[in-house]
């Protein structure tokens, strides 16, 4: 089973693809399967979430490109600026991974959220498309793929709140 440990910061072109769905691009130790069908482990420094674009190094030397699964998710537009950020606001209360665009927001299906999302007054749109969530401020700090500083961490839902706003 091949053996992928390491972040990869260099320019060389990738030998392999890892495709995988944002929960699974929050783990730093699993068993995947390669584009190709090849079984491999992946045991990377805890703390960091893997994005579409990163790449690896595998221990016999390989550059694997990391991409971002489609996934079923809400695509959330409102009427103006304003009401899109008080939605955002809403959400950021419920903890809930959002990626941010420009007049639009995109989450993972939930009809739960669906449901509070239309009392709010928004529109919603079911897609399969890559998620890419904000990583927040309080994000784990890594080295990108491109050499450049970049913040790649995950709050995760069950962390309880250690973050300091206090609501138990």
Do not use: C
């Not at 910061?9 to 929050?26: I, Y």
């Not at 009809?111 to 509070?116: D, I, P, T």
């Not at 007054?121 to 080295?143: C, D, N, Q, R, W």
């Amino acid at each position: 089973m091949l053996l992928i440990s390491e972040r990869y910061t260099g320019s060389s072109r990738p030998d392999a693809h890892l495709v995988l769905p944002f929960d699974q691009r929050q783990k730093s130790r699993m068993a995947v399967i390669l584009e190709s069908g090849e079984h491999a482990a992946v045991m990377l420094e805890r703390g960091g979430v893997l994005r579409g674009g990163d790449l690896l190094r595998a221990a016999d030397g390989r550059i694997v490109a990391v991409e971002a699964a489609p996934e079923k998710v809400m695509r959330v537009t409102a009427s103006d600026a304003r009401h899109l950020a008080q939605v955002a606001y809403h959400l950021g209360n419920r903890h809930v991974p959002l990626q941010v665009g420009d007049g639009w927001l995109l989450l993972e299906e939930d009809h739960v959220l669906e449901h509070m999302l239309e009392g709010l007054g928004v529109k919603t749109a079911h897609e399969l498309s890559p998620f890419e969530p904000e990583v927040g401020a309080y994000g784990a700090h890594h080295t990108g793929h491109n050499g450049q500083d970049q913040h790649h961490g995950h709050h995760d839902r069950h962390d309880h709140h250690r973050h300091g706003h206090g609501h138990d």
